[in-house]
């Protein structure tokens, strides 16, 4: 993947943090926004490896710090739910001005909750995902539940999360109490993911209950067995990310796949928009492409590097076989191959050349090594290389 580090601003003119990050192996079809949980920030873990599983997908995510937190300006005290959910929009505002409109939002505890109320209000969004997400946004009042009277008594107070302190004004307590979140989700109508851990003892399961009856369909859920509230176990994030990958690809304009019938070994198509090729060798896809700096997208190997790559594979490849057929403790073997055009000694004529390093791991005599290096240029594809070739090409109908 490739991370841009951004900043846009808020409804306050304020700057927030941001990270987005591009799928390395083609252009986005569609962009998500994340909302990372209460009093946490965007580099949590979690969010990244989810982040990561949706790039897989071809999903551009924004993932960003709200109001007061992590890196983005502001205080948090003098922030809210409502603000939470101001910063979606401004977020979905920025991703539509520069990059595109958002179609897909995720969130994770009251970022969960900030997701459902915000996707009523972003027309682009076609579907929601909540990770451990709360059925009423003042369910957050339990982790500074001591601290509760103090801050209507004195209108503010300073609690303890997460081993942090923050000031919580009455403000917060009285903008989450009258967010209704029933009446909310029953006025959604946007396809709805919900993700929980029947072990979460921050939001209990219930909670996911009762988002559930409260969404209209298509509705979904998914309970991650065994998984802790923030998802500290990275087999799990990545789970949740592969999941809501699958799922939303039935709501998001997701091209279809290439699908290319070929007799071939190889068969490679390119379109009209830049250098990206796909290739297809019987059950395996490849991408092909060029660098940035001619033009390409640099999502793959340009062609050279393949022919580099099957030289090192196949190199490779007959230096094992040779090695098990002679019983040798040849443990490993790392080939480097670089390309280069040279000038000939004819006048205004290039040669290639290929170098190639090879490092034998195992405990291998020096004679032994002597003659793997003879072997090495006995595979095929050196072969073929340093030889003539004829190349045959005819119209396919």
């Known amino acids: 993947m490739s991370i841009k580090k951004i900043t846009f601003t808020n409804k306050d003119n304020q700057q927030l943090s941001a990270r987005l990050e591009l799928p390395n192996h083609m252009k986005p079809h569609s962009y998500a926004i994340f909302a990372h949980c209460f009093t946490c920030n965007k580099n949590l873990l979690a969010v990244k490896n989810i982040a990561r599983a949706l790039n897989n997908k071809g999903i551009a995510v924004l993932r960003f710090d709200f109001t007061g937190l992590g890196e983005s300006e502001g205080d948090f005290v003098d922030t809210n739910f409502s603000s939470n959910i101001q910063d979606l929009i401004s977020a979905s505002d920025f991703l539509a001005q520069n990059y595109k409109a958002p179609n897909l939002l995720v969130g994770h505890s009251l970022g969960g909750a900030a997701v459902i109320y915000a996707a009523k209000e972003i027309d682009s969004i076609k579907a929601v995902a909540t990770i451990g997400a709360p059925s009423s946004p003042n369910h957050v009042q339990h982790l500074f539940k001591s601290d509760v009277d103090e801050i209507k008594k004195n209108g503010i107070a ?4 997460g081993g942090r302190e923050f000031n919580v004004k009455k403000e917060f307590l009285e903008d989450i109490d009258s967010k209704k979140m029933e009446t909310c989700i029953k006025s959604l109508r946007k396809p709805i993911l919900i993700i929980h851990s029947p072990q979460d003892n921050t939001v209990g399961i219930q909670n996911a209950k009762e988002l559930y009856h409260y969404a209209h369909h298509p509705k979904s859920f998914i309970s991650i067995d065994g998984a802790d509230h923030l998802l ?18 039935r709501y998001l304009d997701t091209p279809p796949k290439t699908i290319i019938k070929t007799n071939h070994q190889v068969a490679v198509s390119i379109g009209n928009e830049g250098y990206t090729s796909e290739v297809i060798s019987g059950k395996h896809f490849m991408i092909a492409d060029e660098p940035e700096s001619i033009g390409g997208n640099d999502f793959g190997p340009a062609p050279y590097e393949f022919v580099s790559a099957g030289l090192g594979a196949c190199t490779a490849i007959t230096l094992r076989m040779y090695a098990d057929r002679k019983k040798w403790p040849l443990e490993q073997v790392i080939v480097h191959v670089n390309h280069e055009k040279i000038d000939a000694e004819e006048e205004n004529k290039k040669v290639d050349v290929f170098n190639r390093d090879i490092q034998f791991f195992g405990n291998l005599e ?12 006995k595979c095929p594809v050196h072969k073929t290389l340093h030889a003539s070739s004829l190349i045959n090409t005819n119209l396919k109908k």
């Open 158 to 161: 300073t609690v303890s999360i």
């Open 232 to 249: 500290s176990n990275k087999e799990d994030s990545i789970y949740v990310g592969d999941v809501i990958s699958g799922w939303a690809s």
């Open 366 to 377: 020096e004679k032994q090594i002597k003659r793997l290096l003879q072997i090495a240029d």
